[in-house]
């Protein structure tokens, strides 16, 4: 049973950091692409930033300058390092895999955390 589990989300004041963590545990015979998305209230989930396993990242332009993904793909695990973060951030947090699980017949699928919340207030 393949399972993302974050960890890191909390309450900071605007222009403080938070570091999120992913890791994603079970079966897995090759992970493609980590992500992080967002949702705040009354909003639709939207993406924050990616990172494929050669390390290609792709970021929100919201967050550009502010938020670095990166990963260790030996730990199957992916980091959002947050700064300067502002009250807009705040929403759950959620991480996201594309991988390959390592039973037979299996093909490349998505799987999501079960979400951290994050709030930037003062």
């Known amino acids: 049973q393949v399972q993302l589990v974050e960890s890191g989300g909390g309450l900071v004041q605007p222009g403080g950091s938070l570091r999120l963590s992913c890791a994603a545990s079970?079966?897995?015979?090759?992970?493609?692409?980590m992500g992080w998305y967002r949702q705040a209230p009354g909003n639709q989930r939207e993406l924050v930033a990616t990172i494929t396993r050669y390390g290609r990242t792709d970021y929100a332009d919201s967050v550009k300058g502010r938020f670095t993904i990166s990963a260790d793909n030996a730990k199957n695990t992916a980091y959002l390092q947050m700064n300067s973060l502002k009250p807009e951030d705040t929403a759950v947090y959620y991480c996201?895999?594309?991988?390959?699980?390592?039973?037979?017949?299996?093909?490349?699928?998505?799987?999501w955390g079960q979400g951290t919340q994050v709030t930037v207030s003062s």
């Open positions: 079970g079966s897995i015979l090759s992970i493609n692409t």
């Open positions: 996201n895999a594309a991988l390959l699980p390592s039973s037979p017949g299996s093909y490349y699928q998505n799987y």
